[in-house]
């Protein structure tokens, strides 16, 4: 028999994930799942459904009704578009919306029948501004309005009551990651236009698959929503209006109450995580760049890269080092191949912005190595921009060859 000398293999660093979801325990969900056995209701507004949406209101300290869940965060919007707006017609065919969003918000519209028309953000705060759509060119041809919430930044309720008010046209906010914002301040982001947001497992709150609409409204218009998700059905098997099926199962309002059990360990978590990235980002001088919660939601954390060259560099550093990253939103909606000839206007500020600004590993329990190599490899990568400005590219290879 040959002996090998063992060399010792250079080991690869394990990658860091961008997102580690991390929802309750088998054991947590267990007692929920129980009485799933002696019910044995498994969807349709079910005991667990029924508890999860009154324990949401609760939480968001809003009357009982305020809250309707859906199968997911888009046909939670898709529900609220057909309870405010109904399919699209010929003379209102466009659903306006943000061209720097997740293709979710488009997916919702043409569900709907629309045809997405998508607008430029504001480059401070990444969302749409109601006040400069209210001279919009196309407004006549527009059925539904759809403000986003940019990473969770929750939307405030006035200027869209104003809009809507002032226009006629129905506004549907796709707040698809403000659970905790709207935990931390619901007055001024919940109101009479819904706000939908989704409990996927990569949002800071998460059933795995979920979400809901929340508006507080009359009886009526909350119960239009749950028709929407039933087939247009309420209190009979007559189809009344355009629907889906978009219920939320008992068995993810399972996941969903034991996950709002422990929504306050959960939320520590992440206040501790963001903590110990700033006290690093800080020592190295880095903090400016970086938006994280409350400003953003706790499931992101963003490094707000000053060009779009400097961002492709970063990303390419960071997967060198086995660090995941990602342009949540992609370049803008118009840039994904299925809406790349939607009507749009001219998106200066989604062209200059998307680009820039990078999602970098997040999780509840990131460890500090993590974070440390995270930063350090931040770090490194602005020191080789900075000292290469002229022969960016050929110095970069150089130094990703090392
Ligand atoms: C996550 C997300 C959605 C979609 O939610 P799902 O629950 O995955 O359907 C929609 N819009 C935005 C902005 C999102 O971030």
Same mark, same amino acid.
């Given at each position: 028999m040959i002996s090998v000398t063992a060399q010792p293999m250079q080991e690869a660093p394990e990658v860091i994930p961008v997102m580690r979801p991390k929802l309750p325990s088998a054991d947590h969900v267990l007692p929920y799942l129980r009485r799933l056995d002696s019910s044995?209701?498994? =969807?349709?507004?079910g005991p667990l459904v029924t508890e999860f949406e009154h324990r949401l209101c609760e939480h968001f300290v809003l009357p009982a009704g305020s809250v309707v869940t859906a199968n997911s965060g888009t046909t939670a919007l898709v529900s609220a578009i057909l309870a405010t707006a109904g399919r699209a017609t010929l003379e209102r065919r466009y659903a306006l919306m943000p061209a720097y969003t997740f293709v979710a918000t488009a997916a919702a519209a043409e569900q709907c029948g629309y045809e997405p028309y998508l607008v430029d953000v504001d480059a401070e705060s990444w969302a749409l501004n109601a006040q400069t759509l209210l001279g919009h060119s196309a407004l006549e041809r527009v059925g539904v309005v759809i403000p986003v919430a940019p990473y969770g930044r929750p939307v405030p309720q006035a200027p869209w009551q104003a809009f809507r008010a002032q226009t006629g046209i129905p506004v549907v906010i796709d707040g698809a990651a403000c659970f905790d914002g709207i935990t931390a301040w619901p007055e001024p982001f919940v109101g009479r236009i819904p706000v939908a947001m989704s409990f996927h497992a990569?949002?800071?709150?998460? =059933?795995?698959e979920g979400g809901c609409v929340v508006s507080v409204d009359e009886p009526s218009q909350q119960k239009a929503f749950a028709r929407a998700l039933n087939f247009g059905f309420y209190g009979d098997r007559v189809s009344r209006s355009a629907g889906t099926n978009g219920k939320m199962s008992e068995y993810h309002a399972a996941v969903g109450l034991a996950e709002l059990s422990g929504w306050k360990d959960k939320q520590a978590l992440y206040v501790d995580v963001i903590e110990r990235y700033r006290r690093k980002l800080g020592a190295a001088g880095l903090l400016r760049s970086f938006r994280s919660a409350p400003n953003v939601s706790a499931c992101y954390a963003l490094y707000v890269c000053s060009s779009a060259s400097e961002s492709a560099r970063m990303q390419a550093f960071l997967d060198q080092r086995g660090i995941d990253s990602r342009l949540w939103y992609g370049n803008g909606l118009h840039h994904h191949v299925s809406l790349k000839d939607a009507p749009r206007d001219d998106l200066q500020v989604t062209e200059e912005l998307a680009p820039r600004i990078v999602g970098i590993p997040m999780a509840a329990d990131l460890p500090d190595s993590a974070i440390a190599r995270v930063v350090s490899a931040l770090v490194e990568c602005l020191a080789v921009g900075r000292s290469t400005s002229s022969t960016e590219d050929v110095t970069y290879s150089a130094a990703a060859q090392r």
């Open positions: 044995r209701i498994y =969807s349709n507004w990569t949002k800071a709150f998460g =059933s795995g």
